[in-house]
């Protein structure tokens, strides 16, 4: 990929989660071009290795590594595995998140005799352990890996946390909210990790995407035969650039918030790359 600037972060040694998706699998590459040493963390470890071997072929410095984010002994191992093949963390990237169906309703709005209606998954009907899954994997998904590998970035110059936040954060999207809920945690989340961490020199920072098509949200925005939903026209008509973002798209706001030269005074922030989507008021 072309870089939109170029920043030099040789030397350094980035730990990606969620590298085996859409987004997070090209930050992945792009942090790789740039100089570092890149651990492409995911549960699906076939998704997060094809990554690893195609920057690797392209002369980056990738490993692969199997981890469940929710499971501390987890990614302990892996931050061991990491430090032995390529050093200690200086840049923690929590990708890791997602939506699940349980904790999904079925209409934007109750009306009444909904409870009546067979196949309707109402507010009522939102079942608990779903809505804890989807809690644990954005909160605590986030948390947890902050905890084992932000102890290694204590005192180092450059170290940074990226977040990925939402523009549920900002507004809540209907049918989902669990997912709008863990995504205003993590904005918060971000906000107090940087704080905490202010006296250390770790920069905590947050991106929180518009609407981009990823593998958790295709069936949501199309239907089988390729044609948007409702739900996508909705999107866009809230969208003033009209449109879904591209992967690329992300990558100057990454660069930036990774670059000690460019934004050493910046913390505690989070930045929407959104098509103007959060400053729209629909009049």
Do not use: Y
């Given at each position: 990929m072309k870089l939109p600037f170029q920043i030099d972060l040789s030397g350094k040694v980035a730990v990606v989660t969620?590298?085996?998706?859409?987004?997070?699998?090209?930050?992945?590459?792009?942090?790789?071009?740039?100089?570092?040493?890149?651990?492409?963390?995911d549960k699906n470890y076939g998704a997060a290795k094809a990554?690893?071997?195609?920057?690797?072929?392209?002369?980056?410095?990738?490993?692969?590594?199997?981890?469940?984010v929710l499971e501390k002994d987890s990614i302990?191992?892996?931050?061991?595995?990491?430090?032995e093949k390529l050093g200690t963390c200086d840049i923690l990237i929590n990708g890791a998140g997602g939506n699940h169906p349980t904790a999904t309703t079925t209409k934007e709005y109750y009306e009444a005799g909904d409870l009546e209606k067979e196949g309707l998954k109402t507010?009522?009907?939102?079942?608990?352990?779903?809505?804890?899954?989807?809690?644990?994997?954005?909160?605590?998904?986030?948390?947890?890996?902050?905890?084992?590998?932000?102890?290694?970035?204590?005192?180092?110059?450059?170290?940074?946390?990226?977040?990925?936040?939402?523009?549920?954060a900002y507004t809540p999207l209907t049918k989902i909210p669990a997912y709008s809920g863990a995504k205003a945690a993590i904005s918060n989340f971000t906000q107090w990790l940087a704080v905490h961490f202010s006296k250390v020199g770790i920069r905590v920072n947050a991106i929180a995407p518009g609407f981009f098509v990823t593998n958790q949200n295709r069936t949501l925005l199309y239907n089988e035969d390729g044609t948007p939903t409702p739900r996508t026209d909705k999107i866009l008509n809230a969208t003033p650039m009209n449109r879904f973002g591209e992967?690329?798209?992300?990558?100057?706001?990454?660069?930036?918030?990774?670059?000690?030269?460019?934004?050493?005074?910046?913390?505690?922030?989070?930045?929407?790359?959104?098509?103007?989507?959060?400053a729209y008021s629909g009049v």
């Open positions: 969620g590298a085996g998706g859409v987004l997070c699998s090209n930050f992945s590459r792009v942090i790789a071009q740039t100089g570092a040493k890149v651990a492409l963390l990554v690893a071997d195609d920057i690797n072929a392209s002369g980056g410095v990738a490993l692969a590594v199997e981890v469940n302990q191992a892996a931050r061991d595995l990491i430090a507010f009522f009907d939102l079942e608990k352990n779903g809505v804890d899954f989807v809690f644990a994997l954005n909160f605590m998904g986030t948390l947890l890996p902050t905890q084992v590998f932000a102890r290694d970035m204590i005192g180092k110059k450059g170290a940074a946390i990226l977040n990925i936040s939402s523009m549920n992967d690329k798209e992300l990558v100057g706001t990454l660069l930036f918030l990774l670059c000690e030269e460019a934004s050493s005074f910046i913390t505690g922030i989070v930045i929407p790359v959104d098509g103007g989507f959060s």
